[in-house]
Protein backbone atom coordinates (compact mmCIF):
# COMPACT_ATOMS: atom_id res chain seq x y z
CA UNK A 1 0.00 0.00 0.00
CA UNK A 2 1.55 3.69 -1.02
CA UNK A 3 0.75 6.33 1.59
CA UNK A 4 2.22 10.00 1.26
CA UNK A 5 1.86 11.59 4.72
CA UNK A 6 2.70 15.02 5.85
CA UNK A 7 4.51 16.73 9.08
CA UNK A 8 2.46 19.98 9.27
CA UNK A 9 2.46 22.79 12.11
CA UNK A 10 3.34 26.24 12.98
CA UNK A 11 7.54 26.57 13.52
CA UNK A 12 8.76 25.33 16.70
CA UNK A 13 6.00 22.81 17.31
CA UNK A 14 8.53 20.05 16.47
CA UNK A 15 8.15 18.89 12.92
CA UNK A 16 11.77 17.90 11.87
CA UNK A 17 12.76 16.19 15.06
CA UNK A 18 9.70 14.16 14.77
CA UNK A 19 10.10 13.28 11.19
CA UNK A 20 13.86 11.92 12.06
CA UNK A 21 12.35 10.27 14.78
CA UNK A 22 9.83 8.05 12.25
CA UNK A 23 12.55 7.91 9.17
CA UNK A 24 15.09 6.34 12.43
CA UNK A 25 12.56 4.18 14.03
CA UNK A 26 11.58 2.80 10.23
CA UNK A 27 15.55 2.37 9.87
CA UNK A 28 15.02 5.08 6.87
CA UNK A 29 18.22 6.42 8.33
CA UNK A 30 20.94 5.14 10.82
CA UNK A 31 20.92 7.71 13.31
CA UNK A 32 18.63 10.83 14.15
CA UNK A 33 19.85 14.24 13.89
CA UNK A 34 19.06 17.40 15.65
CA UNK A 35 17.65 20.78 14.57
CA UNK A 36 20.18 22.66 17.02
CA UNK A 37 23.18 20.24 15.46
CA UNK A 38 22.10 21.01 12.15
CA UNK A 39 22.33 17.66 11.09
CA UNK A 40 18.90 16.94 10.10
CA UNK A 41 18.18 14.36 7.42
CA UNK A 42 15.37 16.28 5.55
CA UNK A 43 16.63 20.22 6.63
CA UNK A 44 19.98 19.60 4.40
CA UNK A 45 19.71 22.83 2.77
CA UNK A 46 22.33 25.53 4.49
CA UNK A 47 19.66 27.88 4.71
CA UNK A 48 18.20 25.46 6.92
CA UNK A 49 20.71 24.73 9.09
CA UNK A 50 22.13 27.85 9.48
CA UNK A 51 18.33 29.42 10.59
CA UNK A 52 16.85 26.46 12.51
CA UNK A 53 13.97 25.92 10.23
CA UNK A 54 12.49 24.27 7.44
CA UNK A 55 12.26 26.05 3.98
CA UNK A 56 11.88 23.43 1.75
CA UNK A 57 9.30 20.33 1.53
CA UNK A 58 11.48 17.94 1.43
CA UNK A 59 10.62 13.83 1.62
CA UNK A 60 12.01 10.81 3.08
CA UNK A 61 10.73 7.15 2.30
CA UNK A 62 10.19 4.36 4.51
CA UNK A 63 8.63 0.54 4.38
CA UNK A 64 6.61 -0.10 7.63
CA UNK A 65 3.98 -3.13 8.60
CA UNK A 66 4.38 -3.72 4.28
CA UNK A 67 3.17 0.16 3.55
CA UNK A 68 5.54 2.00 1.66
CA UNK A 69 5.37 5.80 2.64
CA UNK A 70 6.47 9.00 1.41
CA UNK A 71 7.21 11.52 3.99
CA UNK A 72 6.87 15.38 3.28
CA UNK A 73 8.51 17.54 6.12
CA UNK A 74 6.64 21.00 5.25
CA UNK A 75 8.19 24.65 6.21
CA UNK A 76 5.87 25.95 9.55
CA UNK A 77 6.77 29.71 9.15
CA UNK A 78 4.14 31.70 7.50
CA UNK A 79 6.54 33.27 4.65
CA UNK A 80 7.10 29.74 3.17
CA UNK A 81 3.52 28.84 3.95
CA UNK A 82 2.69 28.27 -0.24
CA UNK A 83 5.25 25.35 -0.24
CA UNK A 84 3.05 23.60 2.49
CA UNK A 85 -0.08 24.25 0.92
CA UNK A 86 1.51 23.03 -2.49
CA UNK A 87 2.83 19.95 -0.10
CA UNK A 88 -0.64 19.27 1.35
CA UNK A 89 -2.23 18.85 -2.38
CA UNK A 90 -0.81 15.35 -2.51
CA UNK A 91 -1.22 13.94 0.90
CA UNK A 92 -3.30 10.72 1.56
CA UNK A 93 -3.26 11.98 5.60
CA UNK A 94 -1.61 14.52 7.72
CA UNK A 95 0.38 14.79 11.08
CA UNK A 96 -0.23 18.05 13.01
CA UNK A 97 2.19 18.63 15.93
CA UNK A 98 1.36 21.11 18.43
CA UNK A 99 3.33 21.88 21.15
CA UNK A 100 1.59 20.67 24.44
CA UNK A 101 3.69 23.91 26.10
CA UNK A 102 2.10 26.51 23.40
CA UNK A 103 -0.82 25.10 22.69
CA UNK A 104 -3.02 25.60 18.97
CA UNK A 105 -0.97 28.73 17.42
CA UNK A 106 -1.89 30.80 14.91
CA UNK A 107 -0.14 28.87 12.20
CA UNK A 108 -1.94 25.69 13.59
CA UNK A 109 -5.38 27.30 12.39
CA UNK A 110 -4.01 28.39 8.51
CA UNK A 111 -3.20 24.71 8.18
CA UNK A 112 -6.27 22.91 9.58
CA UNK A 113 -8.41 25.07 7.34
CA UNK A 114 -5.95 23.63 4.24
CA UNK A 115 -6.36 20.26 5.51
CA UNK A 116 -9.92 20.71 5.05
CA UNK A 117 -10.40 22.26 2.24
CA UNK A 118 -8.43 19.30 0.33
CA UNK A 119 -10.30 16.77 2.53
CA UNK A 120 -7.27 15.39 3.90
CA UNK A 121 -7.34 12.94 7.20
CA UNK A 122 -5.73 14.68 9.88
CA UNK A 123 -3.97 13.21 13.43
CA UNK A 124 -2.42 15.21 16.15
CA UNK A 125 0.80 14.61 17.21
CA UNK A 126 1.12 16.62 21.06
CA UNK A 127 4.68 17.44 21.49
CA UNK A 128 6.62 18.85 23.77
CA UNK A 129 5.09 16.94 26.61
CA UNK A 130 8.38 17.12 28.63
CA UNK A 131 8.50 20.78 29.18
CA UNK A 132 7.31 22.53 31.84
CA UNK A 133 4.13 24.27 31.42
CA UNK A 134 3.21 21.06 28.85
CA UNK A 135 -0.62 20.52 29.71
CA UNK A 136 -2.16 18.17 27.44
CA UNK A 137 -5.50 18.03 28.74
CA UNK A 138 -5.20 22.11 28.33
CA UNK A 139 -4.54 21.42 24.57
CA UNK A 140 -6.64 19.07 23.74
CA UNK A 141 -9.93 21.29 25.39
CA UNK A 142 -8.46 24.64 22.91
CA UNK A 143 -8.56 21.59 19.61
CA UNK A 144 -11.91 20.83 20.76
CA UNK A 145 -12.93 24.58 20.87
CA UNK A 146 -10.75 25.95 17.88
CA UNK A 147 -10.18 22.99 15.56
CA UNK A 148 -13.05 20.08 16.14
CA UNK A 149 -14.84 18.37 18.82
CA UNK A 150 -14.61 14.81 17.43
CA UNK A 151 -11.30 14.35 18.63
CA UNK A 152 -10.00 10.97 20.27
CA UNK A 153 -7.00 9.56 22.37
CA UNK A 154 -5.33 7.18 20.42
CA UNK A 155 -4.49 5.53 23.88
CA UNK A 156 -8.18 4.51 23.89
CA UNK A 157 -6.91 1.82 21.50
CA UNK A 158 -5.24 -1.21 23.55
CA UNK A 159 -3.48 -4.38 22.78
CA UNK A 160 -6.28 -6.21 23.16
CA UNK A 161 -8.92 -3.79 21.44
CA UNK A 162 -10.29 -0.68 22.12
CA UNK A 163 -11.72 0.39 25.57
CA UNK A 164 -15.34 1.41 26.29
CA UNK A 165 -15.57 5.09 25.90
CA UNK A 166 -13.75 4.49 22.73
CA UNK A 167 -16.46 1.96 21.20
CA UNK A 168 -19.39 4.11 22.36
CA UNK A 169 -17.57 7.33 20.74
CA UNK A 170 -17.59 5.47 17.37
CA UNK A 171 -21.26 3.94 17.83
CA UNK A 172 -22.48 7.53 18.50
CA UNK A 173 -21.45 8.38 15.16
CA UNK A 174 -23.01 5.50 12.93
CA UNK A 175 -26.72 4.45 13.42
CA UNK A 176 -25.99 1.02 12.56
CA UNK A 177 -23.77 0.68 14.87
CA UNK A 178 -25.06 2.11 17.68
CA UNK A 179 -28.17 -0.12 17.60
CA UNK A 180 -25.89 -2.86 17.48
CA UNK A 181 -23.73 -1.24 20.64
CA UNK A 182 -27.53 -0.98 22.34
CA UNK A 183 -27.55 -4.49 21.99
CA UNK A 184 -24.36 -5.34 23.16
CA UNK A 185 -23.47 -6.39 19.49
CA UNK A 186 -20.15 -5.25 19.60
CA UNK A 187 -17.22 -6.83 17.18
CA UNK A 188 -13.87 -5.36 16.91
CA UNK A 189 -12.87 -5.77 13.41
CA UNK A 190 -16.70 -4.11 12.53
CA UNK A 191 -15.73 -1.06 15.03
CA UNK A 192 -11.99 -1.01 13.49
CA UNK A 193 -13.35 -0.59 9.92
CA UNK A 194 -15.60 1.98 10.81
CA UNK A 195 -13.27 4.03 12.74
CA UNK A 196 -11.06 3.86 9.83
CA UNK A 197 -13.91 5.16 7.67
CA UNK A 198 -14.66 7.87 9.80
CA UNK A 199 -10.96 9.27 9.53
CA UNK A 200 -10.57 8.47 5.99
CA UNK A 201 -13.80 10.95 5.64
CA UNK A 202 -12.60 13.29 8.06
CA UNK A 203 -15.66 12.75 10.47
CA UNK A 204 -13.31 12.06 13.54
CA UNK A 205 -9.55 13.01 14.34
CA UNK A 206 -6.79 11.32 16.50
CA UNK A 207 -4.61 12.56 18.95
CA UNK A 208 -1.45 11.05 20.90
CA UNK A 209 1.27 12.23 22.74
CA UNK A 210 4.87 12.43 23.83
CA UNK A 211 8.32 14.47 23.25
CA UNK A 212 9.86 14.03 19.89
CA UNK A 213 12.81 15.12 21.37
CA UNK A 214 13.42 12.56 23.94
CA UNK A 215 12.08 10.24 21.52
CA UNK A 216 8.47 9.10 23.86
CA UNK A 217 5.43 8.40 22.61
CA UNK A 218 6.60 8.96 18.52
CA UNK A 219 6.27 4.62 17.80
CA UNK A 220 3.32 4.00 19.43
CA UNK A 221 1.67 6.86 17.60
CA UNK A 222 2.89 5.76 14.62
CA UNK A 223 1.76 2.36 14.90
CA UNK A 224 -1.85 3.26 15.68
CA UNK A 225 -1.07 5.91 12.96
CA UNK A 226 -0.02 2.93 10.32
CA UNK A 227 -3.18 0.85 11.69
CA UNK A 228 -6.04 3.52 11.07
CA UNK A 229 -4.79 5.10 7.58
CA UNK A 230 -5.65 3.54 4.09
CA UNK A 231 -5.43 4.27 0.14
CA UNK A 232 -6.60 2.18 -2.70
CA UNK A 233 -4.95 3.37 -5.22
CA UNK A 234 -4.80 1.05 -8.53
CA UNK A 235 -2.41 0.76 -11.29
CA UNK A 236 -5.17 -0.43 -13.86
CA UNK A 237 -6.42 2.30 -15.94
CA UNK A 238 -5.02 5.24 -17.67
CA UNK A 239 -2.20 7.73 -16.20
CA UNK A 240 -3.00 10.23 -14.25
CA UNK A 241 -1.14 12.26 -12.12
CA UNK A 242 -0.94 15.91 -10.31
CA UNK A 243 2.35 18.01 -10.46
CA UNK A 244 3.56 18.46 -6.29
CA UNK A 245 6.91 20.49 -6.60
CA UNK A 246 9.46 21.41 -9.20
CA UNK A 247 13.00 21.62 -8.79
CA UNK A 248 16.62 22.37 -10.45
CA UNK A 249 19.31 20.23 -10.16
CA UNK A 250 23.06 20.70 -9.69
CA UNK A 251 23.05 21.24 -13.45
CA UNK A 252 20.50 23.08 -13.83
CA UNK A 253 18.03 20.47 -15.48
CA UNK A 254 14.56 20.89 -14.65
CA UNK A 255 13.04 18.09 -12.21
CA UNK A 256 9.74 17.63 -11.60
CA UNK A 257 8.16 16.13 -9.02
CA UNK A 258 4.45 14.17 -9.41
CA UNK A 259 1.68 12.14 -7.27
CA UNK A 260 0.94 9.31 -9.49
CA UNK A 261 -3.35 9.52 -8.48
CA UNK A 262 -3.93 6.39 -11.68
CA UNK A 263 -2.50 4.30 -13.76
CA UNK A 264 1.73 3.47 -14.40
CA UNK A 265 4.21 6.04 -15.45
CA UNK A 266 7.21 4.42 -17.91
CA UNK A 267 10.71 5.80 -19.17
CA UNK A 268 9.89 7.05 -22.93
CA UNK A 269 6.22 7.51 -21.82
CA UNK A 270 4.24 10.39 -23.68
CA UNK A 271 2.56 12.51 -21.16
CA UNK A 272 0.01 15.12 -22.14
CA UNK A 273 -0.51 18.21 -19.79
CA UNK A 274 -2.29 21.46 -21.22
CA UNK A 275 -1.62 21.50 -24.83
CA UNK A 276 1.59 19.94 -24.95
CA UNK A 277 3.12 16.25 -25.14
CA UNK A 278 6.39 15.27 -23.98
CA UNK A 279 8.71 12.29 -23.02
CA UNK A 280 9.55 10.89 -19.68
CA UNK A 281 13.37 10.90 -20.04
CA UNK A 282 13.77 9.70 -16.84
CA UNK A 283 12.15 8.61 -12.97
CA UNK A 284 14.21 9.16 -10.11
CA UNK A 285 12.87 7.94 -6.58
CA UNK A 286 14.31 10.55 -3.86
CA UNK A 287 14.82 9.77 0.03
CA UNK A 288 16.54 12.97 1.13
CA UNK A 289 19.18 14.43 -1.08
CA UNK A 290 19.95 10.75 -2.29
CA UNK A 291 17.56 9.35 -5.07
CA UNK A 292 17.72 6.35 -7.33
CA UNK A 293 16.44 5.95 -10.76
CA UNK A 294 13.21 3.73 -11.83
CA UNK A 295 11.99 2.18 -15.64
CA UNK A 296 8.10 3.00 -14.11
CA UNK A 297 6.18 4.74 -11.31
CA UNK A 298 2.91 3.16 -10.08
CA UNK A 299 -0.51 4.88 -8.10
CA UNK A 300 0.26 6.34 -5.09
CA UNK A 301 3.48 6.77 -5.74
CA UNK A 302 5.63 10.77 -5.75
CA UNK A 303 8.42 10.26 -7.91
CA UNK A 304 10.30 12.95 -10.11
CA UNK A 305 10.92 12.80 -13.63
CA UNK A 306 12.89 14.94 -16.32
CA UNK A 307 11.25 15.73 -19.62
CA UNK A 308 8.78 18.07 -18.86
CA UNK A 309 9.63 21.55 -19.74
CA UNK A 310 6.86 23.83 -18.20
CA UNK A 311 4.81 21.54 -16.08
CA UNK A 312 4.05 23.28 -12.84
CA UNK A 313 3.24 22.83 -9.65
CA UNK A 314 -0.98 21.66 -9.32
CA UNK A 315 -0.62 20.91 -13.05
CA UNK A 316 -2.82 18.01 -14.18
CA UNK A 317 -1.09 15.18 -16.04
CA UNK A 318 -2.67 12.34 -18.56
CA UNK A 319 -5.99 12.11 -18.06
CA UNK A 320 -6.73 14.19 -14.70
CA UNK A 321 -8.24 17.62 -15.44
CA UNK A 322 -8.66 19.85 -12.96
CA UNK A 323 -5.60 22.58 -11.95
CA UNK A 324 -5.23 22.80 -8.36
CA UNK A 325 -6.17 26.34 -6.71
CA UNK A 326 -4.23 27.64 -4.12
CA UNK A 327 -5.33 29.80 -0.86
CA UNK A 328 -2.51 31.13 -0.07
CA UNK A 329 -1.52 34.41 -2.42
CA UNK A 330 1.47 37.02 -1.22
CA UNK A 331 0.27 40.68 -0.28
CA UNK A 332 3.40 42.10 -0.86
CA UNK A 333 5.88 42.60 -3.59
CA UNK A 334 9.70 43.70 -3.43
CA UNK A 335 12.07 45.39 -6.26
CA UNK A 336 15.19 42.93 -6.83
CA UNK A 337 17.92 45.44 -6.60
CA UNK A 338 21.09 44.30 -8.33
CA UNK A 339 24.50 45.61 -9.18
CA UNK A 340 24.31 47.01 -13.35
CA UNK A 341 27.32 44.97 -14.28
CA UNK A 342 24.74 41.90 -13.84
CA UNK A 343 23.13 41.90 -17.23
CA UNK A 344 19.08 41.83 -16.47
CA UNK A 345 18.73 38.74 -18.86
CA UNK A 346 21.20 36.75 -16.45
CA UNK A 347 18.82 38.03 -13.03
CA UNK A 348 15.80 37.11 -15.41
CA UNK A 349 16.74 33.90 -15.93
CA UNK A 350 17.75 32.57 -12.66
CA UNK A 351 14.40 34.37 -11.15
CA UNK A 352 12.40 32.54 -13.36
CA UNK A 353 13.64 29.46 -12.11
CA UNK A 354 13.08 30.31 -8.81
CA UNK A 355 9.58 31.54 -9.86
CA UNK A 356 8.91 27.35 -11.36
CA UNK A 357 9.61 26.68 -8.26
CA UNK A 358 8.08 28.52 -6.12
CA UNK A 359 5.25 29.90 -8.12
CA UNK A 360 3.57 31.90 -5.56
CA UNK A 361 6.83 34.45 -6.28
CA UNK A 362 5.02 35.47 -9.87
CA UNK A 363 8.22 37.22 -10.90
CA UNK A 364 7.47 39.96 -13.01
CA UNK A 365 9.96 41.94 -15.97
CA UNK A 366 8.30 45.53 -15.42
CA UNK A 367 9.18 47.17 -19.06
CA UNK A 368 8.36 50.48 -18.54
CA UNK A 369 10.77 51.10 -15.21
CA UNK A 370 13.01 48.27 -16.29
CA UNK A 371 12.50 46.69 -12.83
CA UNK A 372 12.44 43.44 -11.50
CA UNK A 373 10.00 42.64 -9.10
CA UNK A 374 9.04 39.46 -6.99
CA UNK A 375 5.69 39.02 -4.58
CA UNK A 376 6.54 37.59 -1.13
CA UNK A 377 4.88 36.81 2.10
CA UNK A 378 7.14 38.25 4.29
CA UNK A 379 10.54 39.85 5.29
CA UNK A 380 11.79 36.42 5.82
CA UNK A 381 11.63 34.97 2.19
CA UNK A 382 13.17 38.18 1.27
CA UNK A 383 15.97 37.71 3.49
CA UNK A 384 16.53 33.62 2.49
CA UNK A 385 15.65 34.57 -1.16
CA UNK A 386 19.01 36.69 -1.19
CA UNK A 387 20.99 34.00 0.20
CA UNK A 388 19.34 31.38 -2.76
CA UNK A 389 20.71 33.60 -5.44
CA UNK A 390 24.29 33.66 -3.69
CA UNK A 391 24.38 30.32 -3.03
CA UNK A 392 22.96 29.28 -6.16
CA UNK A 393 23.74 31.26 -9.01
CA UNK A 394 26.87 33.01 -7.62
CA UNK A 395 25.64 37.18 -7.82
CA UNK A 396 24.16 39.42 -4.89
CA UNK A 397 21.10 40.61 -4.83
CA UNK A 398 19.34 43.13 -1.93
CA UNK A 399 15.07 44.14 -2.27
CA UNK A 400 13.49 46.92 -2.09
CA UNK A 401 11.04 47.84 0.91
CA UNK A 402 7.90 45.37 0.57
CA UNK A 403 4.72 47.03 -0.72
CA UNK A 404 1.19 46.05 -0.21
CA UNK A 405 -0.49 44.49 -3.22
CA UNK A 406 -3.35 46.65 -4.25
CA UNK A 407 -6.15 45.30 -6.73
CA UNK A 408 -8.84 47.41 -8.59
CA UNK A 409 -12.44 46.28 -9.51
CA UNK A 410 -15.79 48.47 -10.61
CA UNK A 411 -19.22 49.39 -8.09
CA UNK A 412 -21.94 49.60 -11.19
CA UNK A 413 -21.99 48.08 -14.55
CA UNK A 414 -20.65 49.47 -18.17
CA UNK A 415 -20.23 48.83 -21.48
CA UNK A 416 -16.94 49.31 -23.29
CA UNK A 417 -16.33 50.04 -26.74
CA UNK A 418 -12.92 49.44 -28.49
CA UNK A 419 -12.15 50.18 -32.40
CA UNK A 420 -8.79 49.45 -34.22
CA UNK A 421 -8.60 50.71 -37.38
CA UNK A 422 -5.27 52.11 -38.72
CA UNK A 423 -4.53 51.71 -42.56
CA UNK A 424 -5.10 48.00 -43.63
CA UNK A 425 -6.52 46.74 -40.17
CA UNK A 426 -9.59 46.21 -38.34
CA UNK A 427 -11.02 45.21 -35.14
CA UNK A 428 -14.22 46.82 -33.26
CA UNK A 429 -15.46 44.95 -29.89
CA UNK A 430 -17.92 45.90 -27.65
CA UNK A 431 -17.98 44.45 -23.82
CA UNK A 432 -20.13 44.69 -20.82
CA UNK A 433 -18.03 45.05 -17.53
CA UNK A 434 -20.14 44.12 -14.42
CA UNK A 435 -19.04 43.93 -10.90
CA UNK A 436 -18.50 40.64 -9.57
CA UNK A 437 -18.62 39.02 -5.75
CA UNK A 438 -15.90 39.95 -3.75
CA UNK A 439 -12.73 37.57 -4.66
CA UNK A 440 -14.28 36.16 -7.35
CA UNK A 441 -11.52 37.33 -9.88
CA UNK A 442 -12.61 37.50 -13.75
CA UNK A 443 -15.13 35.58 -15.27
CA UNK A 444 -15.96 35.64 -19.29
CA UNK A 445 -19.65 34.81 -21.32
CA UNK A 446 -20.11 35.08 -24.32
CA UNK A 447 -23.79 36.34 -25.76
CA UNK A 448 -22.21 37.81 -29.50
CA UNK A 449 -23.76 35.88 -32.26
CA UNK A 450 -21.81 33.87 -35.20
CA UNK A 451 -23.94 36.03 -37.38
CA UNK A 452 -22.42 39.00 -36.66
CA UNK A 453 -18.24 37.82 -35.74
CA UNK A 454 -16.85 34.13 -36.42
CA UNK A 455 -16.67 31.96 -33.21
CA UNK A 456 -12.70 31.82 -34.08
CA UNK A 457 -12.70 35.76 -33.54
CA UNK A 458 -15.05 35.62 -30.77
CA UNK A 459 -12.97 32.85 -29.15
CA UNK A 460 -9.57 34.82 -29.67
CA UNK A 461 -11.42 38.06 -27.48
CA UNK A 462 -11.83 35.62 -25.31
CA UNK A 463 -8.04 34.36 -24.92
CA UNK A 464 -6.96 38.32 -25.02
CA UNK A 465 -9.02 39.13 -22.05
CA UNK A 466 -7.21 36.25 -19.76
CA UNK A 467 -3.58 36.51 -21.13
CA UNK A 468 -2.41 39.13 -18.96
CA UNK A 469 -3.66 40.95 -15.64
CA UNK A 470 -4.96 44.19 -16.41
CA UNK A 471 -4.69 47.46 -15.24
CA UNK A 472 -7.32 49.52 -13.04
CA UNK A 473 -7.54 53.25 -13.44
CA UNK A 474 -6.61 54.04 -9.56
CA UNK A 475 -3.34 52.64 -9.17
CA UNK A 476 -2.40 50.73 -12.06
CA UNK A 477 -3.08 47.38 -9.95
CA UNK A 478 -4.57 44.21 -11.45
CA UNK A 479 -8.11 44.54 -12.54
CA UNK A 480 -10.57 41.63 -10.57
CA UNK A 481 -14.08 41.12 -9.30
CA UNK A 482 -15.04 41.85 -12.71
CA UNK A 483 -17.19 39.77 -15.06
CA UNK A 484 -17.29 40.39 -19.05
CA UNK A 485 -19.46 39.93 -21.65
CA UNK A 486 -18.64 40.15 -25.39
CA UNK A 487 -22.15 41.44 -26.34
CA UNK A 488 -20.52 41.78 -30.44
CA UNK A 489 -17.98 42.57 -32.39
CA UNK A 490 -16.94 42.99 -36.28
CA UNK A 491 -14.02 42.00 -38.29
CA UNK A 492 -13.09 42.46 -41.87
CA UNK A 493 -12.73 39.94 -44.04
CA UNK A 494 -9.72 41.15 -45.96
CA UNK A 495 -8.00 43.82 -43.48
CA UNK A 496 -8.49 41.91 -40.01
CA UNK A 497 -4.87 40.41 -39.35
CA UNK A 498 -2.94 39.29 -36.32
CA UNK A 499 -3.17 41.44 -33.18
CA UNK A 500 -6.01 43.74 -34.13
CA UNK A 501 -9.04 42.34 -31.80
CA UNK A 502 -6.35 41.97 -29.09
CA UNK A 503 -6.16 45.63 -29.73
CA UNK A 504 -9.52 46.60 -29.67
CA UNK A 505 -10.15 44.04 -27.61
CA UNK A 506 -7.94 46.27 -24.47
CA UNK A 507 -9.12 49.59 -25.90
CA UNK A 508 -13.12 48.32 -24.90
CA UNK A 509 -11.88 47.24 -21.40
CA UNK A 510 -10.07 50.66 -20.81
CA UNK A 511 -13.14 52.64 -22.62
CA UNK A 512 -15.36 50.43 -20.01
CA UNK A 513 -13.26 51.00 -16.76
CA UNK A 514 -12.91 55.09 -17.84
CA UNK A 515 -16.93 55.35 -17.16
CA UNK A 516 -17.17 53.23 -14.38
CA UNK A 517 -16.68 54.10 -10.75
CA UNK A 518 -13.29 52.63 -10.03
CA UNK A 519 -12.38 51.15 -6.34
CA UNK A 520 -9.44 50.54 -5.09
CA UNK A 521 -9.08 47.02 -3.23
CA UNK A 522 -6.72 45.75 -0.08
CA UNK A 523 -5.36 42.89 1.13
CA UNK A 524 -6.97 42.12 4.29
CA UNK A 525 -6.60 39.42 7.59
CA UNK A 526 -9.17 37.61 8.95
CA UNK A 527 -7.60 37.59 12.49
CA UNK A 528 -8.84 35.72 16.09
CA UNK A 529 -6.80 37.28 19.02
CA UNK A 530 -6.91 35.37 22.45
CA UNK A 531 -5.61 37.19 25.53
CA UNK A 532 -6.31 37.71 29.11
CA UNK A 533 -9.38 39.83 30.52
CA UNK A 534 -6.14 42.36 31.48
CA UNK A 535 -5.78 43.02 27.82
CA UNK A 536 -8.36 43.00 25.83
CA UNK A 537 -8.94 46.81 25.98
CA UNK A 538 -5.69 47.28 24.51
CA UNK A 539 -6.23 44.71 21.74
CA UNK A 540 -9.77 46.16 20.44
CA UNK A 541 -8.35 49.82 20.56
CA UNK A 542 -5.21 48.55 18.50
CA UNK A 543 -7.85 47.12 16.22
CA UNK A 544 -10.08 50.02 15.63
CA UNK A 545 -6.58 51.98 15.38
CA UNK A 546 -6.00 49.78 12.30
CA UNK A 547 -8.96 50.42 11.01
CA UNK A 548 -10.01 46.40 11.42
CA UNK A 549 -13.83 45.42 12.44
CA UNK A 550 -14.48 42.99 14.82
CA UNK A 551 -17.34 41.14 16.56
CA UNK A 552 -18.17 40.93 20.02
CA UNK A 553 -15.42 39.68 21.55
CA UNK A 554 -16.37 36.27 23.73
CA UNK A 555 -15.16 35.18 27.13
CA UNK A 556 -13.84 31.50 27.61
CA UNK A 557 -12.12 30.68 31.13
CA UNK A 558 -9.93 33.32 32.15
CA UNK A 559 -9.52 34.20 28.03
CA UNK A 560 -11.30 36.55 25.81
CA UNK A 561 -11.51 35.64 21.97
CA UNK A 562 -12.15 38.56 19.59
CA UNK A 563 -12.51 37.46 15.62
CA UNK A 564 -12.87 39.97 13.06
CA UNK A 565 -10.92 41.80 9.60
CA UNK A 566 -7.92 43.83 9.58
CA UNK A 567 -6.09 45.32 6.41
CA UNK A 568 -2.85 43.46 5.87
CA UNK A 569 -1.05 47.01 5.50
CA UNK A 570 -1.49 48.32 8.67
CA UNK A 571 -1.29 44.97 10.85
CA UNK A 572 1.54 43.22 9.15
CA UNK A 573 3.78 43.64 11.78
CA UNK A 574 1.61 43.41 14.72
CA UNK A 575 2.41 40.26 15.94
CA UNK A 576 5.73 41.71 17.42
CA UNK A 577 3.90 44.50 19.40
CA UNK A 578 1.27 41.61 20.48
CA UNK A 579 4.07 39.80 21.86
CA UNK A 580 5.42 41.99 23.62
CA UNK A 581 2.51 43.32 25.79
CA UNK A 582 1.01 40.21 26.36
CA UNK A 583 4.12 38.80 27.03
CA UNK A 584 4.37 36.14 24.74
CA UNK A 585 1.23 34.61 26.61
CA UNK A 586 -1.64 36.16 24.02
CA UNK A 587 -1.86 34.00 20.68
CA UNK A 588 -2.89 35.92 17.46
CA UNK A 589 -3.61 33.75 14.19
CA UNK A 590 -3.41 35.59 10.97
CA UNK A 591 -5.22 34.10 8.10
CA UNK A 592 -5.26 36.06 4.64
CA UNK A 593 -8.91 37.24 3.61
CA UNK A 594 -8.64 38.34 0.83
CA UNK A 595 -9.14 41.86 -0.51
CA UNK A 596 -11.84 44.29 0.22
CA UNK A 597 -11.91 48.08 0.27
CA UNK A 598 -9.34 50.45 0.86
CA UNK A 599 -9.06 52.19 3.98
CA UNK A 600 -7.33 54.78 2.98
CA UNK A 601 -7.87 55.30 -0.95
CA UNK A 602 -6.77 58.76 -1.30
CA UNK A 603 -3.58 58.39 0.25
CA UNK A 604 -2.74 54.79 -1.91
CA UNK A 605 -3.40 56.80 -4.86
CA UNK A 606 -1.43 59.33 -4.50
CA UNK A 607 1.47 57.32 -2.57
CA UNK A 608 1.92 55.31 -5.99
CA UNK A 609 1.49 58.23 -8.26
CA UNK A 610 0.01 56.22 -11.31
CA UNK A 611 -1.01 58.38 -14.68
CA UNK A 612 -3.82 56.73 -16.74
CA UNK A 613 -2.99 58.54 -19.65
CA UNK A 614 0.91 57.33 -19.64
CA UNK A 615 0.60 53.48 -19.46
CA UNK A 616 2.69 52.25 -22.15
CA UNK A 617 0.29 49.01 -21.84
CA UNK A 618 -3.32 50.51 -22.33
CA UNK A 619 -4.88 53.32 -23.66
CA UNK A 620 -8.76 54.15 -24.51
CA UNK A 621 -8.09 56.28 -27.36
CA UNK A 622 -9.70 54.15 -30.39
CA UNK A 623 -8.56 54.73 -33.51
CA UNK A 624 -10.67 54.79 -37.27
CA UNK A 625 -9.45 55.46 -40.38
CA UNK A 626 -10.91 58.40 -43.19
CA UNK A 627 -8.89 58.57 -46.71
CA UNK A 628 -6.66 56.23 -46.48
CA UNK A 629 -5.19 57.28 -42.69
CA UNK A 630 -5.57 56.49 -39.43
CA UNK A 631 -6.97 58.89 -36.28
CA UNK A 632 -7.76 58.86 -32.21
CA UNK A 633 -11.21 58.78 -30.95
CA UNK A 634 -11.06 59.71 -27.34
CA UNK A 635 -12.68 57.25 -25.03
CA UNK A 636 -15.44 59.82 -24.40
CA UNK A 637 -16.19 60.36 -28.56
CA UNK A 638 -15.42 56.62 -28.89
CA UNK A 639 -18.91 55.33 -28.54
CA UNK A 640 -20.69 57.40 -30.97
CA UNK A 641 -18.29 56.66 -33.68
CA UNK A 642 -18.67 52.95 -33.39
CA UNK A 643 -19.46 51.10 -36.74
CA UNK A 644 -21.95 48.59 -34.73
CA UNK A 645 -24.26 51.40 -33.24
Known amino acids: MQKTIGIVAHVDAGKTTFSEQLLFHTHSIRQRGRVDHQDTFLDSHEIEKNRGITVFADQGAFTFNGSHYTLIDTPGHVDFSPEMERAIQVMDAAIVIISAADGVEGHTETVWQLLKKHQIPTFFFLNKTDREGANIQNVVAEIRSS ?332 LTDVKITLLTGKGHIEHTSGGDFREATFRALRQGLEKAENVLLEPVYDFKIKVGMDHIGRVLSDIQQASGSFAPPETIGENTIVTGHVPVATFMNYSTVFASFTNGKGALTLQFGGYDECHNTEEVIEAIGYNKDADPEYTSTSIFCAKGKGYPVLWHEAEAAMHLL
Open 147 to 478: LSQDIFDLSEIEEDGMNESLIEFIAERDEALLERYMDADYDSETWLDALKRMIQHRDVFAYGHGSALKDIGVLDFFEKFDLLTKTDYVDRGEFAARVYKVRHDENGHRITFLKVLQGNLHVRDDVHYADKQEKITQIRRYNGKKFQTTEAAHAGEIVAVTGLSEAGAGDPLGTLVEKAVFDLIPTLKSKVIFDPSIHVKEVLRCFRMLDAEDPSLRVVWDEHVQEVHVHVMGVIQLEVLRQIVRDRFQFDVSFGDPKILYKETIRSAVNGYGHFEPLKHYAEVHLRIEPAERNSGISFENVCHANDLSVGNQNLIQSHIFERAHHGLLTGST
